[in-house]
């Protein structure tokens, strides 16, 4: 048998239900990875062991009683630290937030519970979802398991270096400028975005409301359309939660390229580095060679999406600090400060003409959309660089191509598609209409079964940072 922490989904469950793996060996083999490997990488801020091995001892109970929930049932899953779990602490990784403790399940994880699913602890992100890598923080930065003195992209960085190092084999993070795309772009893995209003936010704390969608991280695009399915359902308590009209995302995903008709957004890469560009490049030649047609797709430029995505999510984000800014500014990390207090100074005309531009921007992304079945572009304009180099991440981090995917609210999904000449992972984003995850999904399965950028696996082993840990 392959190593239990590499299987995908579709061979766990099979391996569970008929018995021939017990779901309390499945979940320790993650929790011995994470005691062995968690301390150099900081992943986890929490790691619940006592519950997830009771949740798992249930589930082996249940489904040897031939009470199979499906494909998640005894499977493991990490949560960034700004997700209700009842009776523990969402801390947002804050000190603002270190003693709250939440008194009811965010939907999500009511859903994942249903599932079968076991929670096993939650994970580092930036602080409130937003910043970068902060050192001045409760808990340090979780760290790129690619290269450890690199950052591993954020804000839900916790959760991709938990599937990147395979410390879960799924993880929820949160996504209001690019938070789930990023570090999937960063570790080498798979991280989704839905639709705006697919997954209820109820139980998650918000960074900005009308930006923000929970996200799945896992290692491959089969094993997130299967996280993704289970998380579906309209939440009452959720003004902008719908029930999603076309919720089977697994159906269609084998049924390749040829006939599809595919958009490149170049400009949206035009100025990414050379070897992204180089990559995205080789992406293309890769698609045409599996059928698809490829087309060019006229955009207003990137710094137009960018800009006003920008400017509603500092907005929206002092809206909800306000209050802990003017009273307990001194308990916010110095990049927390940074990025929330710009919005004090935003006035309601600003916020208006930005959600104007916004109409503006998302009707002409799709009527772009409409002639093509998906899109393809970058995600990243730059790779990651040193987790402390101040300079270098102010300059790089905000250099990307996620945040007009949260302004129009389309599905967009990031997928490996090579690595740096300093071995660090190169992403690939699939973009496609307003509910339509499924041909997401297809067109990036697709890709994943041609190539082999997603099997590779960080050397976990390697001292790559002197004096640390």
């Not at 960085?157 to 938990?162: C, D, F, I, P, R």
Request: charged share 20%; net charge negative; glycine share 10%.
């Amino acid at each position: 048998m392959d190593k239990l922490t590499d299987l995908s989904l579709t061979s766990v469950a099979s391996l569970l239900r008929s018995g021939e793996m017990s779901p309390v060996t499945y979940v320790t083999s993650f929790l011995d990875r994470i005691d062995r490997y968690n301390p150099a990488l900081d992943a986890f801020i929490d790691i619940d062991r006592e519950g997830a091995l009771r949740a798992a001892s249930h589930a082996e109970r249940e489904i040897g009683q031939g009470r199979w929930r499906g494909p998640l049932h005894g499977v493991p899953v990490a949560l960034k630290d700004i997700f209700d779990v009842a009776g523990q602490r969402t801390s947002a990784h804050s000190k603002v937030r270190m003693d709250h403790v939440a008194d009811r399940d965010a939907f999500v994880v009511a859903k994942l519970r249903d599932a079968g699913a076991i929670l096993i602890g939650k994970t580092a992100l930036h602080e409130f979802a937003t910043g970068g890598p902060s050192f001045d923080l409760p808990w340090p930065p979780a760290r790129n398991p690619w290269k450890r003195s690199h950052h591993p992209g954020g804000s839900s960085s916790g959760a991709g270096v938990a599937i990147a190092a395979g410390l879960a084999p799924v993880a929820l993070g949160t996504d209001t400028g690019g938070s789930v795309r990023n570090p999937a772009t960063a570790c080498g893995v798979t991280g989704m975005k839905p639709t705006y209003g697919a997954v209820s936010r109820t139980g998650v704390f918000p960074l900005a409301f009308s930006l923000d969608h929970v996200g799945t991280l896992t290692r491959t695009v089969q094993d997130n359309a299967i996280v993704l399915e289970a998380l579906l359902g309209r939440d009452p308590d959720d003004i902008t939660s719908v029930d999603h009209p076309n919720p089977d995302f697994r159906t269609s995903l084998n049924n390749g390229l040829k006939g599809l008709r595919l958009g490149v957004i170049e400009e949206f890469g035009a100025a990414a580095n050379p070897e992204i560009r180089a990559a995205f490049v080789e992406v293309c030649r890769t698609f045409e060679r599996l059928g698809a047609d490829l087309v060019p797709l006229k955009l207003s430029p990137l710094d137009s999406y960018v800009g006003c995505g920008r400017l509603i999510l500092q907005a929206e984000g002092f809206a909800i600090h306000e209050e802990w800014l003017r009273t307990r500014l001194g308990d916010y990390g110095m990049r927390g400060r940074t990025r929330l207090l710009p919005g004090a100074f935003l006035g309601a005309s600003d916020y208006i003409r930005a959600q104007q531009m916004r109409s503006v921007l998302a009707r002409e992304f799709a009527a772009a959309m409409e002639t093509v079945d998906a899109a393809l572009c970058v995600s990243s304009l730059e790779m990651p660089c040193a987790i402390d180099d101040e300079a270098e991440i102010d300059r790089t981090y905000d250099r990307q191509a996620r945040t007009p995917f949260n302004l129009t609210g389309s599905p967009a999904i990031s997928v490996p598609m090579g690595f740096s000449q300093d071995a660090l992972p190169i992403g690939l984003q699939v973009v496609g209409r307003a509910f339509g995850e499924a041909m997401v999904y297809r067109v990036a399965h697709s890709y994943q079964s041609a190539t082999e950028w997603h099997l590779r696996r960080p050397d976990l082993d390697a001292a790559d940072v002197p004096g640390q840990h």
